[in-house]
C-alpha cells in the first residue's frame, strides 16, 4: 500500500497522454518516478506541469526495463509493438488502444463495474472504447436493476476524439464559415463544421464500423453478457469535447422509472440530471472535464415492452481514457494488487 511506483506515459504527448499527467497529480497517485515517452520526432520535446519539467524521450523496449507500470496511449499499432517488450521487461501494461481488448487472456476493465478483473491479467490490462465507457455509466446501474437484455444506440462524439489536428480543424472550418470562405477537409472526409458525419472509423463488411461494434463487444466482455445485442451508429460532430449517447435499452424484468434513477443516483460513475421540463438535462458543455458521465431525458421506451431510453454525457478524454486508465490502477493499488512484474529478462 505504501510503495511508490515508476511510471511511464506512452504517448505524453498527445491529448490523453496530457491528462494523464494531470490526474497522476491531482489524485497523488504515488509515483517514485515519472518518465515520458513518444514517438522519435517528439523526443526531446519538453513538458511542464505545476512547475515540474520532463524531457519527452523516444519509447524503444528497454525503455521499459526500470519501469514499474506503463500506461500506454498512442494508438494500436505502438501497443502492438512495444506492449509485449514491456510485460517481458517486468511492466504492467494499461493499454489505452484498441489493441488487445478482445483477447480472451486481457481484462477489459471499467473499475466502477468489473475492478477485480484487473486481478486476472499477464502483463496487459485494456481500458475498453471511450463510447462503450461513457454509454456504460448509463446501462449498467440499469442493468444491476431490471436485467439488461438488448440495446439500440447512436453516439454524438465530439472532434477531440480523433486528436488535436481535428480540434485545429474545427476551429478553421468555423472561422472560415463565418468569413465566407471555402473550407478544404483533412482530417475527415467533409467538411465538420456545422455538419454530421455518420463515420467514426472504417467500416466493415456488415455495414457497421468498427466503432460501431465496439459497443457491442466491449459491453458483452466487460459485463459479462454474451449474449447481449446491440445496434449501434456512431456521429461525428461539430463539438470539440465530451461524446453523448442516446440509448433505447430493452430489459428482463418490468422497469419502474422511480427505481431506474435511484439506481443511476446510487453509482459512483454517474450523475442523475433528468428535470427536462426545468431544461436540466446533460449536455456536452457541462460535462467536459468532469469525472462522472451525466445521465438525463429518461423515460418509458415506446417500442420496448420494458425498456428505458435515456441519454448519457461524458468526457471522453476523461472518464473514456485518461481518468479510466487512472481508476484502475489507484484500485489495483488500494486493493494490493499492484505488484512488480517478474523480469523475463
Same mark, same amino acid.
Given at each position: 500500500?505504501?510503495?511508490?511506483?515508476?511510471?511511464?506515459?506512452?504517448?505524453?504527448?498527445?491529448?490523453?497522454?496530457?491528462?494523464?499527467?494531470?490526474?497522476?497529480?491531482?489524485?497523488?497517485?504515488?509515483?517514485?518516478?515519472?518518465?515520458?515517452?513518444?514517438?522519435?520526432?517528439?523526443?526531446?520535446?519538453?513538458?511542464?506541469?505545476?512547475?515540474?519539467?520532463?524531457?519527452?524521450?523516444?519509447?524503444?523496449?528497454?525503455?521499459?526495463?526500470?519501469?514499474?507500470?506503463?500506461?500506454?496511449?498512442?494508438?494500436?499499432?505502438?501497443?502492438?509493438?512495444?506492449?509485449?517488450?514491456?510485460?517481458?521487461?517486468?511492466?504492467?501494461?494499461?493499454?489505452?488502444?484498441?489493441?488487445?481488448?478482445?483477447?480472451?487472456?486481457?481484462?477489459?476493465?471499467?473499475?466502477?463495474?468489473?475492478?477485480?478483473?484487473?486481478?486476472?491479467?499477464?502483463?496487459?490490462?485494456?481500458?475498453?472504447?471511450?463510447? #462503450?465507457?461513457?454509454?456504460?455509466?448509463?446501462?449498467?446501474?440499469?442493468?444491476?436493476?431490471?436485467?439488461?437484455?438488448?440495446?439500440?444506440?447512436? #453516439?454524438?462524439?465530439?472532434?477531440? /476524439?480523433?486528436?488535436?489536428?481535428?480540434?485545429?480543424?474545427?476551429?478553421?472550418?468555423?472561422?472560415?464559415?463565418?468569413?465566407?470562405?471555402?473550407?478544404?477537409?483533412?482530417?475527415?472526409?467533409?467538411?465538420?463544421?456545422?455538419?454530421?458525419?455518420?463515420?467514426?472509423?472504417?467500416?466493415?463488411?456488415? /455495414?457497421?464500423?468498427?466503432?460501431?461494434?465496439?459497443?457491442?463487444?466491449?459491453?458483452?466482455?466487460?459485463?459479462?453478457?454474451?449474449?447481449?445485442?446491440?445496434?449501434? #451508429?456512431?456521429?461525428?460532430?461539430?463539438?470539440?469535447?465530451?461524446?453523448?449517447?442516446?440509448?433505447?435499452?430493452?430489459?428482463?424484468?418490468?422497469?419502474?422509472?422511480?427505481?431506474?434513477?435511484?439506481?443511476?443516483?446510487?453509482?459512483?460513475?454517474?450523475?442523475?440530471?433528468?428535470?427536462?421540463?426545468?431544461?436540466?438535462?446533460?449536455? +456536452?458543455?457541462?460535462?467536459?472535464?468532469?469525472?462522472?458521465?451525466?445521465?438525463?431525458?429518461?423515460?418509458?421506451?415506446?417500442?420496448?415492452?420494458?425498456?428505458? #431510453?435515456?441519454?448519457?454525457? /461524458?468526457?471522453?478524454?476523461?472518464?473514456?481514457?485518461?481518468?479510466?486508465?487512472?481508476?484502475?490502477?489507484?484500485?489495483?493499488?488500494?486493493? /494490493?494488487?499492484?505488484?512488480?512484474? +517478474?523480469?523475463?529478462?
Amino acid at each position: 500500500m505504501d510503495r511508490n511506483y515508476n511510471l511511464g506515459i506512452i504517448g505524453a504527448t498527445g491529448a490523453v497522454g496530457q491528462e494523464l499527467i494531470h490526474f497522476i497529480h491531482e489524485r497523488n497517485f504515488p509515483c517514485a518516478q515519472i518518465r515520458l515517452f513518444a514517438s522519435a520526432r517528439s523526443a526531446g520535446k519538453k513538458i511542464e506541469y505545476m512547475g515540474k519539467s520532463w524531457t519527452v524521450e523516444e519509447a524503444r523496449p528497454e525503455s521499459f526495463c526500470d519501469l514499474d507500470l506503463a500506461i500506454f496511449s498512442a494508438g494500436g499499432s505502438t501497443s502492438k509493438k512495444l506492449a509485449p517488450e514491456a510485460v517481458e521487461r517486468g511492466c504492467l501494461v494499461i493499454d489505452n488502444s484498441s489493441a488487445f481488448r478482445m483477447d480472451p487472456k486481457v481484462p477489459l476493465v471499467v473499475p466502477e463495474i468489473n475492478a477485480q478483473a484487473s486481478t486476472q491479467h499477464e502483463g496487459i490490462i485494456a481500458n475498453p472504447n471511450c463510447t #462503450t465507457i461513457v454509454a456504460l455509466m448509463g446501462l449498467y446501474p440499469l442493468h444491476r436493476a431490471f436485467g439488461l437484455k438488448r440495446f439500440f444506440a447512436a #453516439t454524438y462524439q465530439a472532434v477531440s /476524439g480523433t486528436g488535436a489536428a481535428a480540434i485545429y480543424e474545427l476551429e478553421e472550418q468555423v472561422k472560415a464559415w463565418a468569413l465566407g470562405n471555402s473550407v478544404s477537409p483533412e482530417v475527415y472526409p467533409h467538411p465538420i463544421a456545422f455538419n454530421l458525419l455518420p463515420h467514426v472509423d472504417a467500416f466493415l463488411e456488415n /455495414g457497421y464500423t468498427k466503432e460501431e461494434m465496439k459497443m457491442q463487444n466491449e459491453s458483452r466482455k466487460i459485463m459479462k453478457l454474451a449474449g447481449i445485442q446491440a445496434s449501434t #451508429t456512431c456521429v461525428r460532430v461539430p463539438v470539440f469535447r465530451a461524446h453523448s449517447v442516446v440509448i433505447n435499452a430493452e430489459f428482463n424484468a418490468p422497469v419502474d422509472l422511480d427505481v431506474a434513477r435511484q439506481a443511476i443516483t446510487d453509482f459512483s460513475g454517474s450523475e442523475l440530471v433528468d428535470e427536462p421540463e426545468n431544461g436540466q438535462y446533460p449536455m +456536452p458543455i457541462d460535462f467536459a472535464e468532469k469525472e462522472k458521465c451525466g445521465v438525463g431525458r429518461m423515460r418509458r421506451d415506446l417500442v420496448f415492452e420494458n425498456g428505458i #431510453t435515456l441519454w448519457v454525457v /461524458g468526457d471522453q478524454l476523461w472518464k473514456g481514457a485518461a481518468l479510466n486508465a487512472i481508476q484502475i490502477v489507484e484500485w489495483m493499488h488500494e486493493n /494490493g494488487h499492484l505488484k512488480v512484474m +517478474p523480469k523475463l529478462i
